[in-house]
């Protein structure tokens, strides 16, 4: 059963992301970083979908629930603000984000989302 979490990003306050977990080792990962237990990988990264999905309606991009996953640091090429991807998706998945692959390195999960 697919579980979904909020994140927030440092450079845009107040704006949440929302991503959808269906690996359950995976889903209590997320759990263990909102509790506190989890300190070290505790930003989002998966690669980008050009689609809007239902329960992240204000982007018109989600994350692939299978490539989801949780990290302590990453390489620059990956980081960016998520208004920054919303407003350049154009440009997403070439030689901004190659790879589709979104690292956003001050990521940091709120909450889980309950429908």
Not at 14 to 23: A, M, T, V
Not at 86 to 115: I, K, N
Request: net charge negative; glycine share 4%; proline share 7%.
């Amino acid at each position: 059963m697919p579980v979904l979490f909020a994140f927030e990003q440092s450079s845009s306050p107040g704006i949440e992301f929302i991503i959808e977990l269906n690996d359950d080792q995976k889903i209590q990962h997320a759990r263990n970083i909102l509790s506190g237990e989890e300190t070290q990988s505790v930003h989002v990264h998966g690669r980008i979908i050009k689609r809007m999905a239902p329960y992240n309606p204000r982007f018109n991009f989600y994350l692939d629930p299978n490539t989801i996953d949780f990290f302590q640091m990453a390489i620059e090429v990956c980081d960016a603000n998520m208004m920054y991807v919303e407003d350049h998706l154009d440009e997403a998945c070439g030689a901004f984000l190659p790879g589709c692959h979104w690292c956003p390195w001050d990521s940091r999960l709120t909450r889980e989302v309950t429908p």
